[in-house]
């Protein structure tokens, strides 16, 4: 497949290059700012930079990877490196990753256990030491173990509830399985890829994808919502509503864990979601939350799941041939976001959680997982318009 031309008015390719370049140097930033080897999670004007994060952490290692294959900057790869090991040192004995950040950790989590395993496996992959490949099956089979039978997980996620989004982690299970050929890793991602399938509602839309899946689409009571909002420091609908950001993991996984597995209907529900956001996103940038039927939730947009979704349809491009426009749509809007100039460093190249900065999704904070994404997905519309000769190296996890 040659590269596809990005149509008149587009920015140019050296502007994604310079984008993609300060993306990296940020999330660089972001790992010196901590001296474990991990990625600090998120920098704030009032804290600064915030301890590191296994979770993301976890899942940057390939985008490194990836920015070191593109651009042959062996910083990049020292750098994943350095993260793999941190996290080699904060893995549990029986496999699983702490919930939480460095200093803070809370007990097992699912969710960020399956994440961690993009890294692990990716580690694998370029340096062949065991010892990557080893951790993941530790993690994997804990994974496994801890699955109830219909697929879904029930303990040890998020809030102690079960989420959709955990597609992710059924992604990372397959990618572990084909890597060591552990069948009941396949099973258990399998199983989940059908139970996120049956989720959705006929016109795409999954349940589930709310940080507090329990009271999506209610509203907290005063004591509950005041609790939520002098101990969380975020109000109570983050919780309750469905972040766009949830619902792009939740449509990658699915997407990703279905051509793994070859399933064709897993792979039309996650194509059926991607095709409904694309059609919102032609009467302006999508919202941050949205609620059944696709009912918008909140007039603020949520930057992170914009990159999720922007990799979302340049991977349907790349595999399935469809339309290049959905992804450079949210791309334009995305490079007006995004700082490159700031008399503060610790903004030049971030990506906030919401704009307007002050909106529903991570307000007044950069998170490396906006930086994340949004890396991935410059690179594969780089790939897609100018540089096709990198598509074969990508892993875009």
Request: proline share 5%.
């Amino acid at each position: 497949m040659t590269a596809a031309p990005l149509a008149d008015g587009d920015v140019a390719p050296a502007g994604l290059d310079a984008h993609f370049e300060a993306t990296i140097r940020w999330l660089k930033a972001a790992q010196d700012a901590q001296p474990d080897g991990g990625v600090s999670a998120l920098y704030t004007l009032a804290r600064g930079w915030h301890r590191s994060f296994p979770e993301t952490t976890g899942y940057i290692i390939p985008t490194m990877l990836n920015a070191w294959q593109a651009t042959g900057d062996q910083a990049c790869y020292d750098r994943a490196v350095r993260m793999g090991e941190w996290l080699l040192g904060v893995q549990h004995g029986e496999g699983w990753f702490p919930g939480d950040r460095a200093g803070s950790f809370s007990g097992p989590s699912v969710f960020n256990t399956g994440q961690i395993l993009f890294g692990l496996v990716r580690m694998h992959q370029v340096t062949g030491e065991a010892r990557y490949l080893d951790a993941a099956h530790r993690a994997g089979t804990w994974l496994a173990a801890e699955q109830d039978a219909d697929g879904a997980w029930r303990r040890w996620d998020y809030l102690g509830q079960t989420h959709t989004y955990n597609t992710r982690t059924a992604w990372a299970l397959l990618l572990l399985a084909g890597a060591t050929g552990d069948d009941a890793c396949r099973r258990a991602g399998r199983a989940n890829v059908h139970w996120a399938a049956a989720q959705a509602d006929p016109t795409g839309f999954f349940a589930g994808c709310a940080f507090d899946a329990q009271a999506e689409g209610r509203r907290y009571g005063v004591w509950k919502s005041l609790a939520t909002i002098v101990r969380h420091r975020n109000l109570p609908s983050f919780y309750t509503k469905a972040s766009l950001h949830a619902i792009a993991y939740t449509i990658q996984g699915l997407l990703e864990a279905a051509w793994l597995l070859e399933d064709a209907a897993a792979e039309a529900v996650a194509r059926r979601a991607a095709a409904a956001l694309a059609e919102r996103q032609r009467a302006g940038p999508l919202a941050g939350y949205y609620g059944t039927a696709w009912r918008r939730e909140a007039s603020s947009r949520c930057l992170t799941g914009i990159a999720q979704m922007c990799i979302v349809w340049l991977r349907l491009h790349a595999v399935r041939g469809e339309p290049l426009e959905p992804a450079v749509r949210a791309s334009r809007y995305l490079l007006r976001c995004q700082k490159l100039h700031s008399r503060n460093p610790a903004l030049r190249g971030a990506l906030a959680g919401s704009d307007p900065l002050y909106g529903l999704y991570q307000p007044f904070r950069y998170p490396n997982w906006a930086a994340k994404f949004w890396a991935d997905a410059l690179l594969l519309l780089i790939a897609a318009t100018s540089r096709p000769e990198l598509r074969p190296r990508l892993h875009t996890w």
